[in-house]
């Protein structure tokens, strides 16, 4: 089982639509959270960390539950600029911080 | 705007050769990452250093792949001898903790 899952999409959705993505990580020691952001053929970039009592930030909000060792992203009012591929990221505490990145969700917006 | 700079930005070459691709982080993070890119695994980490010292290389096939920090301001990962399996997109990245930013990647092709 790897360590961060993720849904696989692709997801095709209009402009205009919200749409939500779902990350489950499987190790206890789990410290910090993210969701980056890859465009095609370039590189990842952080989109924004994720805490436990929720965060926003614009049309993005993002969910850890912690509990169910659960982390999800929600973009409202989505816009064609937000096609891209949609990345979890988790911290493992271990002699240092180990990051380790899910296999990412494709998103396409269209007119 | 402070970059981490990867070279070379693509290399072809032939089975058996050896490959060096070299990094150079942002100054004044202290940690830096090392992750192989591919359609079918995602982002794999392969190797992390804090403050130049090795902290995880478990993700790097030992018997031919090498990870070093000769300074503050370089790292390398090095294959020898590459294999056609090695075909990828090689990603180093810096930060305080996280990878906090990335390189444009080493595109890298083994015929």
């Keep these: 089982r790897k360590e961060v899952e993720q849904d696989p999409g692709p997801f095709n959705v209009p402009e205009g639509a919200t749409v939500a993505f779902n990350c489950t990580y499987s190790n206890s020691a789990s410290q910090s959270f993210f969701w980056y952001r890859q465009d095609c053929r370039k590189e990842p970039k952080l989109l924004m960390s994720v805490y436990s009592s929720g965060n926003e930030d614009g049309r993005f909000t993002a969910q850890l539950n912690r509990a169910s060792q659960y982390i999800s992203l929600l973009i409202r009012d989505s816009k064609l600029s937000d096609s891209a591929t949609y990345l979890c990221v988790v911290n493992i505490r271990g002699g240092g911080f180990k990051t380790i990145f899910g296999a990412g969700t494709r998103l396409f917006v269209k007119a | ?111």
């Excluded at chain 2, 700079?5 to 490959?19: A, C, I, L, N």
């Excluded at chain 2, 990094?23 to 830096?32: A, D, K, R, S, W």
């Excluded at chain 2, 294999?83 to 906090?100: H, I, K, N, T």
């Design chain 2, 1 to 111: 705007d402070a970059r981490v700079t990867q070279t070379p930005r693509d290399k072809v070459t032939e089975m058996g050769q050896e490959v060096t691709m070299r990094c150079q982080p942002i100054l004044g993070h202290n940690t830096v990452f090392w992750y192989r890119q591919t359609m079918m695994q995602g982002l794999e980490l392969l190797a992390y250093f804090r403050n130049r010292a090795p902290l995880d290389d478990s993700g790097m096939p030992k018997d031919r792949f090498s990870a070093e920090m000769p300074d503050a301001t370089l790292a390398t990962l090095k294959i020898q001898p590459s294999e056609p399996r090695d075909s990828a997109v090689y990603f180093c990245a810096s930060g305080p903790q996280r990878p906090q930013h990335f390189g444009d990647g080493t595109r890298l092709s083994i015929l």
